[in-house]
């Protein structure tokens, strides 16, 4: 079974640029989580979708944003890049009372 | 507040020694607890769930609800036990709803 996939592995921007993560869940798997990992921060919830509906978002400001596409994969989208912005991104997929399991992450770096 | 706390960064242990990873959690209501592992250059992972009451990898957590406590537990520390350990916490919709994590302990164990 592949597991959860991120792309890409590494993306670097500069400030008030604009950054486009994206996660494909494992096969069978209708919900899709994102989580922030910044030095210092721990992980942190940003965004669940399931379905292809916004089920619940963390305590993120609205230029983090995401959507769902009907074959359940997904994108983050970070608009305004501030130097805080830099963290690891994980994507997680999950199916009904099942565990999350988590991609590899996406290192986004803002110059 | 929905908190975990994992109070050490760091636990260094010898091989063969008991294993302690310590976890509590604020919550008002019936959570979900989880451990999640990371082991060097490898995405995390899910160890144990506190529903499913399974050993894993010589690994056990109980959940103490006067407490508040989900601690890991091993009697018998192997090296390639070393990784970051994450306690984590799920609420309504148990495992599929957003995880809430404690900000991990680094296990070494030394040979």
């Known amino acids: 079974e592949a597991g959860v996939t991120q792309s890409p592995t590494h993306l670097i921007k500069t400030r008030g640029q604009q950054a486009t993560l994206r996660c494909s869940p494992i096969?069978?798997?209708?919900?899709v989580y994102w989580y922030q990992q910044a030095l210092g921060l721990g992980l942190q919830f940003l965004l669940w979708y399931d379905e292809g509906e916004e089920r619940n978002r963390g305590n993120f400001p609205p230029r983090f944003s995401g959507r769902q596409f009907p074959n359940y994969s997904s994108e983050l989208n970070v608009n305004a890049l501030e130097l805080e912005d830099s963290a690891l991104y994980l994507c997680?997929?999950?199916?009904?009372?099942?565990?999350?399991?988590f991609g590899d992450g996406t290192r986004l770096s803002i110059l | 507040a929905q908190r975990v706390t994992q109070p050490e960064k760091l636990l260094s242990v010898f091989k063969g020694a008991p294993v302690e990873l310590k976890c509590n959690y604020s919550?008002?209501?019936?959570?979900?607890l989880f451990w999640y592992v990371q082991y060097s250059r490898q995405r995390l992972q899910l160890l144990l769930r506190h529903i499913s009451r399974e050993s894993i990898k010589g690994f056990t957590a109980d959940l103490n609800k006067g407490e508040t406590s989900f601690h890991l537990k091993k009697p018998f520390a192997q090296e390639e036990d070393s990784a970051m350990y994450y306690c984590?916490?799920?609420?309504?919709?148990?495992?599929?709803?957003?995880?809430?994590f404690g900000t991990g302990t680094l296990l070494a164990v030394q040979p």
């Open positions: 919550y008002s209501g019936s959570p979900e």
């Open positions: 997680a997929s999950s199916t009904q009372g099942q565990p999350q399991h």
């Open positions: 984590a916490l799920s609420g309504i919709g148990g495992a599929t709803n957003k995880l809430i």
């Open positions: 096969s069978g798997h209708t919900s």
